[in-house]
């Protein structure tokens, strides 16, 4: 999705030519550095990209490899908003006594598109009175 300076959503765009096609297993170390205009311009990922299909779906898989760890975001919506932990600083320590630097961390938030009632290309998450509001997102972690 292309999007402007303070990361708001702008127009539909392909994730291919944005440089940052993520259907196939992608190291996101790799993905937060990669020379590409919108990582530069928001010092890693924090952007909304729309998963394939509608209803309850996978969303996004992650792993690690290295432990076997894994796990599948179901969601109804529409957006999956990224971020990988680009401000992340910290004088707590976290794992190992370590501290947190920028892209330690990742956040997967399903949601509608951010800005939606503002943009004309999406579907508006205005909920008018009377109506209902429904959705279903969960998590599933697996160890191998």
Not at 22 to 32: C, E, G, K, N, Y
Not at 74 to 86: A, K
Not at 116 to 129: D, E, G, K, M, V
């Amino acid at each position: 999705m292309a999007v402007d300076a303070a990361g708001i959503p702008e127009a539909r765009s392909s994730v291919v030519d944005a440089g940052l096609h993520l259907r196939r297993p992608t190291d996101l170390a790799d993905v937060r550095r990669r020379d590409v205009p919108l990582v530069r311009l928001l010092g890693g990922v924090d952007l909304p990209f729309l998963p394939d299909g509608s209803g309850r779906r996978v969303v996004a898989e992650l792993s690690l490899p290295s432990t076997g760890r894994s796990l599948e975001l179901w969601s109804d919506q529409p957006c999956l908003q990224v971020y990988t932990g680009n401000a992340l600083t910290s004088t707590a320590p976290g794992h190992d006594g370590r501290l947190y630097r920028p892209g330690d961390g990742i956040a997967l938030e399903p949601q509608w598109v951010p800005d939606a009632p503002n943009q004309s290309w999406t579907p508006t998450p205005i909920l008018r009175p009377g109506s209902r509001y429904h959705s279903h997102t969960s998590w599933s972690f697996t160890q191998a």
